[in-house]
């Protein structure tokens, strides 16, 4: 049972344009999300993250968005460049457990 | 800093050889984790550990062993290694495991053959 879900596989976007990146969870007790980014022949490096009692989180270019009553959140790039092609993984913790779900990825495309 | 190392990067096993996935982190955290990651799926938790000494099975733990005898170190051990267990192997740590994020090695990927 997929706990963490990326219902998209790949995301195309124009350079300059929004890239918007969804993800949504079954686990009511998640309380911290997560996205990380990932390059071809590297390991996964921490973009952004939001806790459960914040709706919004912005990092520069970088907002992710958590709706709880939905169980959905979403990352937003903008303006995209073509350096943001990766892809890219939502995950969630529960809080007092250490451990992190992660769901499939999304690649990013983004053309220039 | 050089932050999570694995070793080796590539490594091509026959059915029922036996290896060990380096790991090693030098920023002093506590929490350690081994994921794997099949093509076109998410990570999934091999096993983990809070802190020198103790370890604990994660979400696909068959076939893998840990150890965790030093807060620095954190081997993989495959038995009888099958062709299922062909993947990416990442090792992570976090100071706290909740709200800094993990840091990620840059992955061994192992061929079953």
């Known amino acids: 049972d997929q706990q963490v879900k990326q219902n998209s596989p790949s995301l195309s976007v124009q350079e300059g344009r929004i890239s918007i990146l969804n993800c949504d969870y079954t686990?009511?007790?998640?309380?911290?999300f997560l996205w990380y980014k990932k390059y071809p022949a590297e390991g996964p490096t921490f973009l952004i993250s939001i806790s459960s009692i914040k709706d919004k989180n912005e990092d520069g270019r970088f907002t992710v968005f958590l709706n709880k009553s939905a169980k959905h959140l979403s990352l937003h790039i903008v303006p995209s460049q073509p350096g943001d092609s990766a892809v890219y993984f939502c995950?969630?913790?529960?809080?007092?457990?250490?451990?992190?779900?992660f769901g499939k990825g999304i690649t990013l495309s983004v053309r220039p | 800093n050089a932050g999570v190392t694995q070793t080796p990067k590539f490594r091509i096993l026959k059915i029922g050889q036996s290896m060990t996935l380096q790991c090693t982190q030098d920023m002093n955290h506590n929490y350690m984790y081994w994921y794997r990651q099949d093509p076109g799926m998410g990570l999934k938790l091999i096993y983990y550990s809070v802190g020198a000494g103790i370890t604990d099975k994660g979400e696909v733990p068959n076939g893998y062993n840990v150890s965790r005898s030093t807060t620095e170190d954190f081997p993989l051990r495959l038995e009888l290694a099958a062709p299922s267990q062909t993947s990416v192997y990442f090792c992570?740590?976090?100071?706290?495991?909740?709200?800094?994020?993990?840091?990620f090695g840059s992955g061994t990927r192992l061929t079953v053959v």
């Open positions: 686990n009511s007790m998640f309380d911290y």
């Open positions: 992570a740590s976090s100071w706290d495991g909740h709200s800094y994020g993990y840091t």
């Open positions: 995950a969630a913790n529960p809080g007092a457990n250490s451990k992190l779900t």
